[in-house]
């Protein structure tokens, strides 16, 4: 048995009606305190949270939905070493003017750096012991990672895209996953962005040129297709 979601643009997902729990992931970015929390990076350059609030519970949903169904689940963190010997001095550099120091400490510890509780994934996603977390050092996930070792590994060639934010970490993910041949849904309504128009540029990016990066496609109808595979070695 395998799965296609018909309504996803530009073309219907994947290209090749391979999804099974067998080729497709589902890869949670960057859903940290750090990113969702007060007293983290985000808000410390005087960002507001209010946006990114009802992602949460959309993507706790869909989250469970892919764990009933049994596929395979990733989940990223962005941040450093506490020595920052991982940050270049161009990023220390950028990340001091715009407010918010990589390694500069805050309300939940030292911003973006590993082992602080802000880097820690919010307790509403929280991983289970299976799911492989992938510690990156910048905005892409396959960058100075094992995340496509991993992938290979497990025939996963399908990959299901949400998180934070839109116009850094997961685009900047999906481009990497597009050039190394994964077929790539960015879910529409799980991601987000500080502005409305980083989030739809971003999304539309992906979509150019009958989709240059992959394709997008709602919560709602990724859900409905995993759904089917719920109790499949049952029937």
Known sequence: MTTQIPTTNP?????????SPSTTALLIIDMQRDFLSPGGYLSSQNYSLTR????????????????RASFPIYHTREGHAPHLSTASPRELHRSAINGAPIGSQGPLGKLLVRGERGHDIISELQPLPREPVIDKPGRGAFTHTELEASLRARGVRNLVVCGVTADACVSSTVREASDRGFDVLV???????????LKWWSLESVRVEGGLFGVTGTCREVAEAVESWVNVEKR
């Open 11 to 19: 073309y219907a997902y994947p290209h090749d009606a391979s999804l």
């Open 187 to 197: 879910v529409e309504d799980g991601v987000e962005s500080v502005s409305e128009e």
């Open 52 to 67: 990114f609030q009802s992602l949460i519970p959309r993507l706790v949903s869909l989250l469970s939905t892919f764990r």
